[in-house]
C-alpha cells in the first residue's frame, strides 16, 4: 500500500514541528508524490494524490487560501502542508477553512518559516521512492501471479511479506474506465481495507482481502461506482492466491458480460450456464462458434456500411420486443421490422425459434469476451 498522510505526520511532526490543524480523518490519504505549490495556474498539472506545500506566494495575486485549498481538493490531492510565518500567518487560517476542510477529509498541516523546505521535501522524496520500489515489487509480483499457472515461490514469498497471506478470502475486481484512482483508495484506505490496486491492459486491478472486510459488500461497490462510466467484473470469492491466475481471468470474464448487457456490474457467479463458455480450453472453437452465427452478418455490415449487428443484438437482449429495441436504438418501430426482415435473409433464418435466439445470443457473448480480451 502506498504511503499514506499520516505516515509522513507521524513520523515527522516532532522534526519539523508540524501541527494539525483539520482533516484529520483523511490522515490514511495515500500520497502519489510532494508537489511544491505556489502558482494558482498550475493546478491543472496535478493529477491526484499529491501533498502539496506551499508558502502562500500564490495569496500575493489575489487567490485566497479558501480558494486555492478547494483547488486542490477538487484535483483530489491528499493533503496541504503551509510553511506560515510570511505570506501565511496562523490567524489567516480561518475557521471557515477548517471547517471545509475537516468536511473534506483534507488534512491541514502547517509547519514554522524556520523549516527549511528542501530539507522537509528531500525527507518525503526519499521516503515516497522506496514506497515506489516497493509498490512495484507488489505490482510485478501481482502480474506474474496472472500469468503463471503455478505461483513461483518468489511471487509469493513477495505477496506474503506485503500482508497478502496464501491461504485468505479475496476477490478481484477488474475495472473499466476508472481515470482518478483517489477517488476509490482514499476511501478504501479510511475503511482501513486491505487491498492492492495496478494497471494492466488499460483496466484497473483491484485485489481485495475479503476476510477482512470491515463493511459490507454493497458498500464496497457503491465507493467504487462513484460515476455512471465506471464497469467492473468481478471474480469469484476464492481462498489461496494459487488461484489468482484463474481468478481474474473470470473477472475479465465477467467485465465482457457487464459491458455486453451494458450494466455497471457484473459478478462471475452471476453467469449462470454462460459460466460453460470460461470453461472451454479451446477458444479457436468459441471463435468458430461466434463466426458460424454472426460472420455473414458482420460482413454484411462492413460492406454495406449497416448497422445489423448492433440491431440484432439489441432485439435479443430485449427479449426480441420491438418498441423497447427502437427505444434503445433510438430508431423508429417500422425501420426495426425492416432491419429484421434483412437480417432473417442475411442469416437465412427465423428468429422465433427459442434455440436459433440462444445460439445468437451465446455468439454475441462470445464474441464480445473476445473483444475486451
Known amino acids: ?15 519539523y514541528h508540524l501541527k494539525l490543524l483539520s482533516g484529520e480523518a483523511g490522515l490514511t490519504n495515500s500520497i502519489s508524490w510532494v508537489y511544491l505549490a505556489e502558482d ?4 491543472p498539472f496535478l493529477k491526484g494524490g499529491e501533498l502539496v506545500i506551499t508558502t502562500g506566494l500564490f495569496m500575493q495575486s489575489g487567490i485566497t487560501l479558501l480558494e486555492f485549498i478547494c483547488a486542490l481538493v477538487t484535483r483530489s ?15 489567516d487560517i480561518t475557521h471557515e477553512i477548517k471547517e471545509f476542510c ?15 523546505l528542501v ?3 528531500q525527507d518525503y522524496c526519499r521516503t515516497l521512492l522506496l514506497s515506489t520500489r516497493n509498490t512495484d515489487l507488489v505490482n ?3 502480474l506474474g501471479a496472472i500469468y503463471q499457472s503455478t505461483l513461483h515461490e518468489n511471487t509469493l514469498l513477495t505477496l506474503n511479506q506485503q500482508g497478502f497471506p496464501t491461504k485468505g478470502e479475496y476477490r478481484i475486481f477488474v475495472i473499466q474506465n476508472l481515470q482518478i484512482t483517489t477517488r476509490i483508495t482514499f476511501s478504501l484506505n479510511h475503511r482501513k481495507l486491505k487491498y492492492h490496486l495496478f494497471e494492466h491492459d488499460h483496466l484497473q486491478i483491484l485485489v481485495v482481502l475479503t476476510s477482512q472486510l470491515q463493511i459490507p459488500m454493497s458498500e464496497l461497490m457503491d465507493i467504487l461506482l462513484f460515476c455512471d462510466s465506471i ?16 481468478c481474474y481471468k473470470r473477472a475479465r470474464f465477467a467485465l465482457a458480460a457487464a459491458s455486453f448487457w451494458s450494466i455497471p456490474a457484473v459478478y462471475f457467479e452471476e453467469l449462470g450456464i454462460f459460466q460453460i463458455l470460461f470453461s472451454s480450453s479451446d477458444p479457436e472453437m468459441l471463435k468458430a462458434i461466434s463466426k458460424n452465427s454472426l460472420g455473414l452478418l458482420e460482413e454484411f455490415d462492413a460492406a ?11 432485439f435479443l437482449l430485449s427479449d426480441c420486443n420491438l418498441l423497447e429495441t427502437a427505444g434503445s436504438m433510438h430508431t423508429h418501430r417500422n425501420t426495426i421490422i425492416y432491419r429484421l426482415k434483412k437480417i432473417k435473409e442475411i442469416l437465412n433464418t427465423e428468429l422465433n425459434d427459442s434455440k436459433i435466439k440462444f445460439d445468437l445470443l451465446m455468439a454475441f457473448y462470445i464474441r464480445e469476451y473476445f473483444l475486451i480480451e
Open 1 to 15: 500500500m502506498k504511503t499514506q498522510v499520516l505516515d509522513l505526520y507521524h513520523t515527522t511532526k516532532e522534526t
Open 40 to 43: 494558482f495556474q498550475n493546478m
Open 77 to 91: 490531492c491528499s493533503g496541504i502542508l503551509i510553511n506560515v510565518g510570511q505570506y501565511i500567518h496562523e490567524e
Open 102 to 116: 475537516q468536511n473534506s477529509d483534507f488534512p491541514l498541516i502547517t509547519m514554522p518559516w524556520k523549516v527549511h
Open 119 to 121: 530539507d522537509i521535501m
Open 140 to 142: 510485478a509480483a501481482f
Open 231 to 246: 464497469a467492473l467484473g468481478i471474480s469469484n470469492s476464492f481462498s489461496s492466491l494459487m488461484e489468482f491466475g484463474l
Open 304 to 314: 454495406h456500411d449497416s448497422d445489423y449487428l448492433s440491431t440484432l443484438r439489441a
